[in-house]
């Protein structure tokens, strides 16, 4: 928390929510669950193993949002309920002192493995919860993202795309993604050819050797012809 790996928590509490008591936890639906999947998607091209936050507002409309990745070691509620709190706290100002929250918080997973609850989603549903409480937040829906496709936990809405493969369809952001660039002075040599016969080397010319005898010649023919002259005006 604030910024400082501490490391996995030593605490031997279970902290995490099962399928059913999420359920009965009275989670707000998303309005249009697939346009918002989609707008993440499309901001942050998260891989498996990333964890992507958002807050809506009163609107249900996208205000902020994160991702980020967690080391393996990290699996207990509370390292994830940290990890979610600081980044919350560095996108968007906390609205403890309102007497309703106005704002949602939602978290979208990029996970491998099959689209049903697991484990470690629910540890990421505690999460969710606590961190949205101590940030004065509304708790939101918990997404997965899956080989399979979407899903939003609790509620059984789905789709197939985005997946979690879809990252690789996404632009080239970097410049080592492109290729190599290729001279234009430099031809291109065919394929089985030895490297000699496709690029002959190109020698500059060599001015010919000329004897002293017939550079003083040369110079006696210069100096006989006649001088043009013209008259000052």
């Given amino acids: 928390m604030n910024g400082i790996d501490r490391g996995p928590s030593r605490c031997n509490g279970h902290r995490s929510i099962t399928l059913p008591e999420w359920q009965d936890h009275g989670v707000p639906l998303l309005r249009a669950p697939r346009e918002f999947v989609t707008e993440l998607h499309q901001r ?16 249900h409309r996208v205000a902020a949002s994160a991702s980020f990745g967690v080391r393996p070691q990290f699996s207990d509620g509370w390292d994830h309920r940290n990890a979610l709190l600081g ?4 996108i968007t100002p906390h609205d403890l002192k309102r007497h309703r929250p106005s704002r949602t918080a939602v978290l979208l997973r990029c996970r491998e493995g099959g689209p049903d609850w697991t484990e470690q989603d629910g540890a990421w549903m505690w999460a969710l919860r606590a961190a949205a409480e101590l940030h004065g937040l509304r ?9 399979a496709g979407w899903q939003s936990l609790g509620d059984g809405r789905r789709g197939r795309n985005p997946h979690s493969g879809s990252w ?34 190109q020698q500059p010319p060599v001015a010919p050797v000329t004897s002293l005898s017939a550079l003083r010649a040369l110079e006696g023919a210069h100096d006989d012809r006649p001088v043009r002259r013209t008259a000052a005006r």
Avoid: F, K, M
């Fill in 44 to 59: 942050h091209l998260p891989q498996p193993g990333t964890t992507v936050v958002a807050v809506l507002n009163a609107e």
């Fill in 87 to 90: 980044h919350l706290r560095r």
């Fill in 139 to 147: 708790c939101g829906s918990y997404l997965t993202l899956t080989p």
């Fill in 168 to 201: 690789t369809l996404g632009p080239v952001h970097t410049v080592t993604e492109l290729p190599p660039r290729i001279r234009r002075d430099t031809p291109s040599a065919p394929s089985g050819a030895p490297l000699s016969e496709a690029l002959p080397a």
